[in-house]
């Protein structure tokens, strides 16, 4: 099965940073990419499908990118309402493995 | 509006069973594969299993293969998840979500504990 791993863990960052989520299959998922957003106590979210697609509604300071092995989620300006812990996942094929998360918090 | 409703969790003993069902409502439920999806506490989200609309193929994550059965009644609009053998490392919060890739919709999850 294909391994979803995601880096950092956890970071800390200060309103208005850039903060980057990767996101690494162990082998090529094509564009089949998905990430969430789960705040404390939440539902999870959808952000982002297709690894570049921003769902409807969702603030244009998230953006996807990659192909193949590699993603990464970009948040261009921090805000407090973005403290959350971030998901991939992919979707080419069962089984539709989670990344294990990164958490984001305010520094 | 969708509406995903999840009920059916609760407290049982290691090797007993439960059944999860999902109410959903605001589309048109036959034409869309569903997903079951587990979150620990204090862990991450798992895919658990997911059956597809039309055909009504199903898939498994390993970790519950053998154990678990996804079902669904589309004259109901329902989606059923029966899990036998429960382990207490089965203790989750178990959301429906629609879809086979993405999940744009989400339950609120129903909570199993399992504990002697």
């Known amino acids: 099965d294909i391994e979803m791993t995601q880096s950092p863990s956890s970071l800390s960052a200060s309103v208005g940073d850039r ?69 991939c996942q992919k979707y080419n094929s069962a089984p539709w493995t989670f990344g294990q998360g990164t958490k984001v918090e305010l520094k | 509006e ?41 862990k991450g989200l798992e895919w658990v299993s997911t059956i597809n609309g039309g055909s009504g193929s199903t898939n498994y994550a390993d970790s519950v293969r053998g154990r678990f059965t996804i079902s669904r009644d589309n004259s109901k609009n329902t989606l059923y998840l029966q899990m036998n053998s429960l382990r207490v490392e089965d203790t989750a919060l178990y959301y429906c979500a629609r879809g086979i890739s993405s999940y744009e919709y989400w339950g609120q999850g129903t909570l199993v504990t399992v504990s002697s």
């Open chain 2, 2 to 42: 969708v509406q995903l409703l999840e009920s059916g969790g609760g407290l049982v003993q290691p090797g007993g069973s439960l059944r999860l069902s999902c109410a959903a409502s605001g589309f048109t439920f036959s034409t869309y594969s569903m997903s079951w999806v587990r979150q620990a506490p204090g």
């Open chain 1, 19 to 87: 903060v980057t989520i990767t996101c690494r299959a162990s082998q090529g998922i094509s564009n089949y990419l998905a990430w969430y957003q789960q705040k404390p106590g939440k539902v999870p979210k959808l952000l982002i499908y297709a690894a570049s697609t921003l769902q409807s509604g969702v603030p244009s300071r998230f953006s996807g990118s990659g192909s193949g092995t590699d993603f990464t989620l970009s948040i261009s300006s921090l805000q407090p309402e973005d403290v959350a812990t971030y998901y």
